[in-house]
């Protein structure tokens, strides 16, 4: 069969599944429009908790935190919303868009239908995993984009105040913000490996959400016992604030680089798992 649809006139495998329909068909899904919501409205509703209760003091010892800082400038504002959403909300979106993207497909009985279109596997598995990445990136991309827009709005616009003591300049505040953004996308790819791994191994697109989202709470619970102490720096979760670095007079790299090492390896094996088991399972569904 293999054989006669390679050979029949005008059939070439790279076209099937455009990455344009796949995009479309998993724009137009609700639970993409629900996510887009809730990002968009966390910078509105911190905006809100700080105009009911006060701009934030500093802590014990007047020792200033990020979220101290959160009102000094749309910037901060920005850093703000990263800071408290990058170690579960944002990993909400990037479990969803891998973990649903196979497995639903074979929850709706439509899987062996595009299969039989004939979308070879590994083609329909590479358009899903890029669209889920560029809907994860788009994400963590939104995110700060709004909150410095409405803290900007909220707060004026003005240099990024440092924890430390100290700003940077305003020149400097974007590529910095834009690194921050970088790293966390980085740093979700162990997710999204979990997630569509988990996505080819079951039908049940709950399972491989719920799944990657817990085992990445698993990986935080893991990295606070300090008795594991130097055996924490090949969990993922030592190193998802890494970035905080970034936010430095002085830019430090070194956290971020075995953070980016860490995160991309396992993701690596964790996509390569993917394809291997999709390429030999059973298609019933």
Known sequence: MSTLVDSAPGYRARHTLPLRVEAVRQLKRRRTMLMA?????????????????GSPDGGENDRITLMDTATASGANFAATCLFASAG???????????GDTVASEANWSSLRYLLAAPVPRTRLLWSKLAVA???????????????????????GWGPLKLPTGGSLATA???????????????SQL???????????????PLGAVGGAVGLTIVGNVLDA????????????????FAWIDALQPQLEWSGMVKGAAVSVSYAL????LAFRNFSRKDIVS
Not at 133 to 155: C, D, E
């Open 88 to 98: 579960f909300l944002l990993v909400v979106p990037v479990a969803l868009f891998h």
């Open 269 to 272: 094996v964790l996509f390569a």
């Open 172 to 186: 400097e505040t974007l590529p910095r913000l834009a690194l921050v953004v970088g790293f966390i996308f980085v």
């Open 225 to 240: 016992v300090t008795a594991l102490g130097s055996w924490r720096e090949v969990l993922p979760a030592h190193w998802q």
């Open 190 to 204: 162990v997710t999204a490996g979990l997630a569509f791994w988990l996505s080819t191994k079951t039908d049940a």
């Open 133 to 155: 990445l560029g809907f994860s990136a788009a994400a963590m991309v939104m995110l700060p984009v709004i909150a410095l827009a409405a803290g900007t709005i909220a707060y």
């Open 37 to 53: 919501g809730i990002l968009a409205a966390l910078p509105l509703i911190l905006i809100a908790a700080f105009a009911i209760g």
